[in-house]
DNA sequence: GGGCCATGACGACGATTGCCGATGTCGCAC
DNA sequence: GTGCGACATCGGCAATCGTCGTCATGGCCC
């Protein structure tokens, strides 16, 4: 490998120089500059990231700790972070903890070591420990989660008003005998998208009886599973709100087994927008996420915090948005 | 942050007796050790990864450079990828090119820059620019790409094998006039699926007209299209084999809304196995890819080529397989 | 001679590691 | 029993990795 100090005698100047020109820390003489610029091409030499960072004492790398990648929400938020990261010149490190306290606190371990600039954190509970112990010591970015300290910063979604804006649509079509899908109690985002839609349907003097909500766990099986037990206990509903896309989309499959025809027979409501909401039949009606500004934010909070590291916290909330497609109907 | 040398200091040894107890890369007195390991939980230190790197000249990171990490099949990849990276002591830096050969590029220079050990490629086109002025200085693993080229090894899929396999089963059902879906032709992975598929049909004596065969472009949307074409310009096929998953979804899609019945009137065959496939209805039937294989295998690869850097470079090829689901039905 | 300009020399940054010195142990010869 | 050298054990010093910022220096002009 080629390193500054072969620049340096290939030019005829000094290491500084070299890095003074690459850096564009002070001036140099035109005519000096060109030759270091020169011999840099002819070299091909590259600067020692390693070294630099050792030096500089930052090493223009975020941390990205989340669930699961292979999940297409965390994939999209993990590129679109990527990607505005890399414009600013940040670089990722991804890691997987599968929610896991014990793979969170390795990997943060590991992150700190590795001396990240800052972090950006999907948790899947709240693992107060880990936080406490080794967040502090780094810029982080929380996303869809909150937490008392100084240098985090969040990034939320509204799931209530996600799961009013479905509320109100349903009850808009008319329909007053609904069932809900919920994903798991202990998330934080599902309780909170039923509690707006149960805001909606309350507003327009609609009760929901504990026998149409059916608890599921955010998959695909578990939606279908959850529609077979609603079916059962609650036969005349017209609508169903899914706490999210995967799982409305294993309910669709439910009812199209038992005969029942969506939209027409009863119209169904998803949650995230997943890409795959409009490859199932009908293209499923839902309320979007907004994922690119996930990512775009939490690293514009990042970066603004590292220009600023002892700014007052702060927590950006951003709003779903219903997309409607064609899993709804106007009851009969 | 603590250094090394508080660490020294707090226990009343030198650094190097610090390092060599974190290290056991020597003896160390037992009571020694234990004062040392004492002032380092005391004093909460843990090593400078960057200092490390820059004094060992390994830096325990690879780079994956893939098309879009939002795409469920690369975003699956570059999970079992870290997993299997972790286990090793290695962390992954992701990059998302697009397949662009300009972001390519760059993207490598930073992973250069960074000191990389290995790099894992998944490009999306062969850009042989990129690979000859920079792979060769640093291991590198292919996915599903091969080069000349030293200190390159590659992991392929069995395209042709898996087309093979669709082709087979379908004609085992007894379809003799079957549609086809293409992907990109300047892909590597459609063609090669394409030829195994036609290679099956060939050794039944069936012949595929080019009537039968509609190119797309690996998308849902395109999917749909495709199969709209092929509906009119080969109105009496019984089956059709989508070169992926994604496509086969579209066409379900087209044919559900023209009232054609899946598997009854057509059968359909995807490929790669998303997770996906079994959301569909009827859940589709499809070649595999071995994702998990792939990711693992591509990081065993470039593991034991960093611990051989001069072993003769390797191809590692993955066999698909059929995953019967319901989608298909033999001919009526 | 003071001030300015362009550049060079040099010491961190934090960890690892080769080399050397100090101390302790043992065996052997007288 | 004593003295001495060979050898093992343990720990410290200092060089090193590549880069960057600070201080120093030499030349030049007014």
Redesign the pocket.
């Known amino acids: ?1 080629t ?3 072969d ?2 005698r290939h030019a ?9 020109v ?2 564009h ?5 035109p ?3 060109e030759r270091v610029r020169a011999a840099i091409t002819a070299l091909r ?4 990231s ?3 960072s ?4 930052e090493t223009k790398t975020i941390g990205l700790l989340l669930p699961d990648n292979s999940n297409p929400f965390f994939a999209s938020v993990a590129r679109q972070i990527e990607d505005a990261g890399f414009v600013s010149g940040y670089t990722v490190i991804l890691c997987n903890s599968d929610g896991n306290a014990e793979k969170e606190e390795r990997y943060l371990s590991v992150l700190m070591a590795k001396q990240i600039d800052g972090l950006i954190f999907a948790g899947s509970s709240d693992h107060a420990r880990v936080f406490a112990r080794l967040l502090p010591s780094v810029p982080a970015v929380l996303l869809d989660r909150e937490i008392q300290s100084v240098n985090v910063d969040s990034v939320l979604v509204d799931h209530d008003h996600g799961g009013y804006l479905a509320g109100k649509y349903l009850v808009g079509l008319g329909h007053r005998t609904i069932g809900v899908i919920g994903g798991p109690r202990d998330s934080s985002s599902s309780p909170a998208r039923l509690r707006g839609f149960v805001r909606a349907l309350g507003e327009a003097g609609i009760e929901l009886p504990p026998s149409s909500i059916v608890d599921s766990d955010y998959h695909f099986a578990g939606g279908r599973l959850a529609m077979e037990q609603l079916m059962a206990q609650a036969p005349d509903i017209t609508a169903v709100f899914a706490c999210n896309d995967l799982m409305a989309m294993g309910a669709i499959t439910a009812l199209r087994s038992h005969g029942s025809r969506v939209p027409d027979d009863i119209s169904m409501v998803g949650f995230d927008d997943i890409p795959y909401a409009v490859t199932t039949w009908p293209p499923l009606t839902t309320i979007a996420q907004p994922v690119e500004k996930i990512g775009t934010r939490a690293v514009s909070l990042l970066l603004e915090r590292l220009g600023e590291p002892e700014a007052p916290s702060r927590r950006e909330v951003l709003a779903p948005v219903l997309i409607e497609r064609e899993s709804c109907a106007a009851r009969r």
Chains 1, 2 share one sequence.
Do not use: D
């Open positions: 490998m390193t500054i100090a620049v340096a005829g100047v000094s290491v500084a120089t070299v890095s003074h690459m850096n820390t002070r001036h140099v003489e005519e000096t500059a030499y590259s600067p020692n390693v070294a630099r050792l030096r500089r004492g």
